[in-house]
C-alpha cells in the first residue's frame, strides 16, 4: 500500500506534510491549509488586479484604496475580537455614524482631538451596553447588538437629522494628509492591527478571548473573569466603530445621520475571508487584515472597472459564500 | 429467502428462540475497552434487567442496539435475522426504542407535540394538523400509560421531572415498540409513580414487547425482572434469574473482579487539616455534608452518579454556591463565588469530562495550560514568552506528555495525552487542595499508571487531595479513606483497611443497614 498518499491528515495529502510543517508551524496555533487561504486568495486578487487595469498599480490608485480601506479595517479589527469570543457586533454601523456625527459636531466647540476622544468615549460606551447585556445578563449578541443597532441610530438621528459639516479649518487634515507615501489614517489602521496582534497573542486577556470561544466554560473554571473579558471585546468593537465613524467623516467632509449602514457585513465578511469562524475557534489579526485587503481590492477594481454598485454587492457576496463554504467543508 | 433459513438454522442448532441476540459485540472508546465480546440476548415478553457498576458497559451496550454506537465488531439478530443498526433511525424503525436517564424532550413544544411528533394526525390537506385527534391520541396513550393527570396542552418545561419522566416513557410507547429500553426510569419518580410504571410494565409483557431494564437499584430489579444480566469492566459475568439469586451473590457478580492496575505503595502520613466541610448543603443536590482533608492524605469520594459527589466537589471549587454550610481551608472560612476565588485560595478542580470543560480543543497545549497560570507568566499585563515557555515545557517533561511539542493542538493529542494538559494546568497553580474528579476516565492504562504515581508523589509532597472515582479499584487503591454518598447524603466513611468493594457498592446502593460512621 502506498501509505505516503493514502493517509491523510487535517485534510492535506501527508507528502505534503513536512512541507506544511516548515512553512506553517502547527506553533502558531494553526497549522492548517485554510487557515492560510486568504494568502492566496490575495495573491490572486493582486494578479487579477494587474493584469485586469494598468491603473491598479498606480500611485495614486493605492493610495485611494488604502484610505478606502481604512474604515472597514478598524471595524473589522473589533468585529473580530467579538467573534473570537464567539459572538457578534450588528451595531458597529449604527456606532460608527454616532462617531461621525460626534466628532464632526464637536469639533466646532472643543476642538478636533477632544472632539475625537468623545467619539471614542461614546463608542465605548454602546459597546459597554453591549458587553453587558451579552456576558452578565447572557442574551444572544445576534439580539442585542440589533437592538443596540436600532438604538444607537436613533440616537444619532436625535443629535442632528440634517448632514453635519464642521466648521474646524483642520477638520479635514486627518483623512487627507500623508506621512510619506502613506495616508495616516493608514498608519492608524497599521498601529491598531498591530496592537490587537499583540492584544491577542501576547496577553493573558488576550488568549482567554481567543480561549473563550472555543470552551467558555473550561475558561471560567480555568480561574479568567469571562464576564469582563467579553465585556472588553464589545467595549474594543465600539471604540474601533466610533473611530472608524471619526476618520470616514474627516475623510468625506460630512457626516451623514445615515452612514454607516450595513457596516456590519463588509466587516463580517472581511473577517471571515479572513479565516474568522463564527461562533469562535478561529481567526485572528493577520488575516483579517489580509481580509480587509482582500475585500478593499475586490471593491476597488470593480470601481475601476466601472461596475455598477449593486453588480458589486453580488460579487462580494458570492466571494463571502465561498470563504464560509471552504471553512465549512474543512470544519 | 436462504438468509432467514440460515438465521433459524442457527438458532436451532443453539437450542433458543430469543427475540434479541447481540453476539461478540465488543467497542473500544480511545483505548478504553469499554465492551469485549459480549453475548447478550432477550426475549419477548420479558422484563430483562442489566446491572452493573458506573462504567461496566451497561449504556454502551443498549446504545449499540438502538444505533447510537456503532459496535467494533459484533452481530446483531433480531428475530433471527442479523441487523445492522448504523444509526438511531434504524433503530426506531426495527422498534427499538429507548427511554433516556435524561429525558429527551423538546422542552417547549407541549406534551402532545413531544409525544406524537413524528406522526401528526393530519386533516385531508396534507401538512394540516389535526389538533383535536392530535390531542385525543395523546390522551390515550397517557391513559394506557396510567397517567391521565397530565394536561396534553401545557408545555413540557411546565412539567415536574417525574412527569416528564412519564411523558418520556409514553413517547416510547406511542409507536409501539419490540423492544423497549428503560434506563435508570426510576431515577426521578416518587414511590406512588414507580408502582404505575411497575403497573404498565407488566401490561407491556403481556403484549409480548421485551423490556430491558437498566438500573442501579437492586430492589427495583427483584421486584421486576424476569432475568438479570450482570456487566463488569466491559465483560459479560452472567445471567441469572432473580428468584434463585440473592442481592448478596449479585454484588458479588458486579464487583468481584480482579485488580489489574498496580497501585503504588505510599506511606500515608497526614498532616494539618487543609480542608473541612460543616455541614454543606445544595438545595436538589446534596445535604449536610461534613468531612476533611489533610495535609498528605487521599481522600476518596466514592458514590454512583447522581449521588451528588460532583456538586460537593464544585461548591468546594466556587463554581456552585451552596445554599449553607461552611467551607475552611487551612482553618480559614471561605466562600469562594467564583472558581477564580477558589483558585486564589489555594484549591484547584479537575473536573470530569476534559472535552466538555476541561480543554479549549482548538487551542495549543501551552494556551490551556496557561490558562489557569496567567499570573505566573506575565509582567505587567504581557506574557513573558521565554518564562511561559520553560514553565511549561518542564511540566509537559515531568508528565510526559507526548508529543512533547507544547505548540501542538490539544484536539490532535490522545486521550491520555488530554488528560495530562489539563493535569498540568492544575500542577502549575501550585494549589493546597487539588480535587481530582474522574481522573482517569478515558485513559489508557499505561497513562491510568503514570497518574496514579503523579497523584501519590503530590501526597507525599504534601498536597490534599480529594479523590472522585466510580472506579472501584481506583478508589481502593489510591485512597487513604474513603466517603461514600448516596441520594445527597454521606451514607459512610472507611479507613483504608475496611474498605472493600463489596461494602462500599452496598453503602452506595443503601442496601445494607447504614455503614457504621466515623
Redesign the interface.
Given at each position: 500500500m502506498p501509505t505516503d498518499i493514502s493517509t491523510k491528515e487535517n485534510g492535506a495529502p501527508a507528502h505534503f506534510a513536512h512541507l506544511r510543517e516548515k512553512w506553517f508551524?502547527?506553533?502558531?496555533?494553526h497549522?492548517r491549509w485554510l487557515d492560510y487561504a486568504f494568502i492566496g486568495a490575495f495573491v490572486v486578487a493582486i494578479g487579477i488586479g494587474t493584469l485586469a487595469t494598468e491603473v491598479f498599480f498606480t500611485e495614486a490608485n493605492i493610495k485611494n484604496l488604502s484610505r478606502q480601506i481604512v474604515s472597514n479595517g478598524l471595524i473589522s479589527l473589533g468585529m473580530l475580537i467579538v467573534i473570537l469570543t464567539g459572538g457578534v457586533d450588528l451595531s458597529v454601523g449604527s456606532i460608527v455614524a454616532l462617531g461621525g456625527v460626534l466628532s464632526a459636531g464637536m469639533s466646532d466647540k472643543v476642538g478636533i482631538i477632544p472632539a475625537i476622544v468623545i467619539a471614542l468615549f461614546f463608542g465605548g460606551v454602546a459597546g459597554l451596553v453591549n458587553g453587558v447585556f451579552v456576558a452578565r445578563f447572557k442574551l444572544q449578541p445576534f439580539i442585542v447588538t440589533l437592538a443596540t443597532m436600532g438604538i444607537v441610530r436613533g440616537f444619532v438621528f436625535v443629535y442632528t437629522e440634517t448632514p453635519l459639516v464642521s466648521r474646524h479649518p483642520d477638520f479635514r487634515f486627518l483623512g487627507a494628509s500623508s506621512l510619506g507615501p502613506l495616508p495616516v489614517t493608514m498608519i492608524i489602521m497599521l498601529v491598531c492591527f498591530a496592537l490587537i496582534w499583540?492584544f491577542l497573542n501576547?496577553?493573558?486577556p488576550g488568549?482567554?478571548t481567543?480561549?473563550i470561544g472555543?470552551?467558555k466554560?473550561?475558561?471560567?473554571?480555568?480561574?479568567?473573569?469571562v464576564q469582563r473579558t467579553i465585556i472588553l471585546a464589545y467595549v474594543l468593537s465600539g471604540v474601533f466603530s466610533g473611530l472608524a465613524g471619526a476618520i470616514l467623516v474627516s475623510r468625506l467632509g460630512i457626516a451623514q445621520p445615515s452612514l454607516g449602514i450595513a457596516y456590519e457585513l463588509d466587516a463580517i465578511a472581511a473577517c471571515v475571508i479572513g479565516g474568522a469562524i463564527l461562533g469562535g475557534?478561529?481567526g485572528g489579526a493577520i488575516g483579517t487584515f489580509f481580509g480587509v485587503l482582500i475585500l478593499g481590492m475586490i471593491n476597488n477594481l470593480l470601481n475601476l472597472h466601472g461596475v455598477q454598485s449593486y453588480y458589486q454587492e453580488i460579487i462580494k457576496g458570492a466571494v463571502i459564500l465561498f470563504a464560509v463554504l471552504a471553512r465549512g467543508r474543512e470544519r | 429467502m436462504p438468509f432467514e433459513l440460515k438465521g433459524n438454522m442457527e438458532l436451532n442448532r443453539m437450542g433458543a428462540t430469543e427475540y434479541l441476540m447481540m453476539r461478540g459485540i465488543s467497542k473500544n472508546y480511545d483505548g478504553t475497552q469499554a465492551l469485549r465480546k459480549v453475548d447478550f440476548s432477550a426475549s419477548s415478553g420479558e422484563v430483562h434487567a442489566i446491572v452493573g457498576e458506573n462504567g461496566a458497559g451497561k449504556s454502551t451496550l443498549v446504545k449499540i442496539l438502538t444505533g447510537a454506537v456503532q459496535a467494533d465488531a459484533g452481530q446483531i439478530l433480531l428475530n433471527g435475522k442479523p441487523r445492522e443498526i448504523n444509526n438511531p433511525l434504524i433503530g426506531q424503525r426495527l422498534g427499538i426504542r429507548m427511554v433516556h436517564q435524561h429525558v429527551s424532550l423538546v422542552p417547549h413544544l407541549t406534551v402532545t407535540e413531544n409525544i406524537v411528533i413524528g406522526d401528526m394526525p393530519t386533516r385531508k390537506l396534507k401538512w394540516w394538523i389535526s389538533w383535536p385527534e392530535a390531542h385525543r391520541r395523546t390522551q390515550e396513550i397517557l391513559e394506557e400509560v396510567g397517567f391521565r393527570r397530565i394536561n396534553v396542552r401545557s408545555s413540557v418545561s411546565r412539567l415536574s421531572a417525574s412527569q416528564q419522566q412519564i411523558v418520556g416513557i409514553a413517547k416510547a410507547i406511542a409507536v409501539k415498540p419490540q423492544i423497549l429500553i428503560m434506563d435508570e426510569p426510576s431515577a426521578v419518580l416518587s414511590q406512588e409513580e414507580l408502582k404505575h410504571l411497575f403497573a404498565l410494565i407488566r401490561k407491556l409483557k403481556e403484549k409480548s414487547v421485551l423490556i430491558l431494564y437498566i438500573s442501579h437499584r437492586l430492589d427495583e430489579v427483584f421486584e421486576i425482572a424476569d432475568r438479570v444480566t450482570v456487566l463488569k469492566d466491559g465483560i459479560l459475568v452472567g445471567t441469572v434469574n432473580p428468584q434463585e439469586t440473592d442481592k448478596r451473590s449479585l454484588i458479588k457478580m458486579m464487583v468481584g473482579r480482579t485488580l489489574d492496575e498496580v497501585f503504588p505503595d505510599r506511606a500515608f502520613g497526614a498532616g494539618a487539616e487543609v480542608l473541612s466541610l460543616k455541614g454543606l448543603s445544595l438545595e436538589g443536590s446534596f445535604e449536610n455534608i461534613s468531612f476533611s482533608v489533610a495535609q498528605g492524605e487521599v481522600v476518596g469520594l466514592y458514590g454512583l452518579i447522581g449521588s451528588g459527589r460532583t456538586e460537593v466537589a464544585r461548591c468546594i471549587f466556587g463554581a456552585e454556591q451552596p445554599t449553607s454550610g461552611e467551607i475552611r481551608l487551612s482553618g480559614q472560612t471561605i466562600r469562594p463565588g467564583s472558581p477564580r476565588d477558589a483558585l486564589k485560595a489555594g484549591i484547584a478542580m479537575l473536573t470530569e469530562d476534559r472535552i466538555r470543560d476541561g480543554l479549549v480543543l482548538f487551542l495549543s497545549i501551552r494556551d490551556n495550560v496557561s490558562l489557569a497560570n496567567f499570573e505566573l507568566m506575565s509582567r505587567w499585563g504581557i506574557l513573558r514568552r521565554s518564562r511561559q515557555n520553560s514553565l511549561i515545557q518542564s511540566k509537559a517533561q515531568e508528565l510526559n506528555i507526548r508529543p512533547p511539542n507544547i505548540d501542538r493542538l490539544v484536539r490532535t493529542l490522545s486521550g491520555g495525552n488530554q488528560q495530562k494538559v489539563v493535569l498540568a494546568k492544575w500542577l502549575l497553580a501550585r494549589s493546597k487542595l487539588l480535587i481530582l474528579d474522574e481522573p482517569t476516565r478515558g485513559v489508557d492504562v499505561a497513562t491510568k499508571q503514570e497518574i496514579y504515581n503523579l497523584i501519590n508523589g503530590l501526597a507525599i509532597g504534601g498536597m490534599g487531595i480529594l479523590l472522585i472515582s466510580s472506579e472501584m479499584p481506583e478508589i481502593l487503591g489510591m485512597s487513604d479513606r474513603v466517603l461514600v454518598m448516596r441520594e445527597g447524603q454521606m451514607a459512610g466513611e472507611f479507613l483504608r483497611q475496611q474498605a472493600t468493594e463489596q461494602n462500599l457498592l452496598a453503602c452506595a446502593a443503601g442496601i445494607t443497614e447504614k455503614s457504621r460512621g466515623e
Open positions: 508551524p502547527s506553533g502558531s496555533g497549522g499583540i501576547r496577553t493573558p488568549r482567554a481567543v480561549a472555543g470552551n466554560e473550561a475558561v471560567w473554571l480555568a480561574g479568567i473573569n475557534g478561529g | -
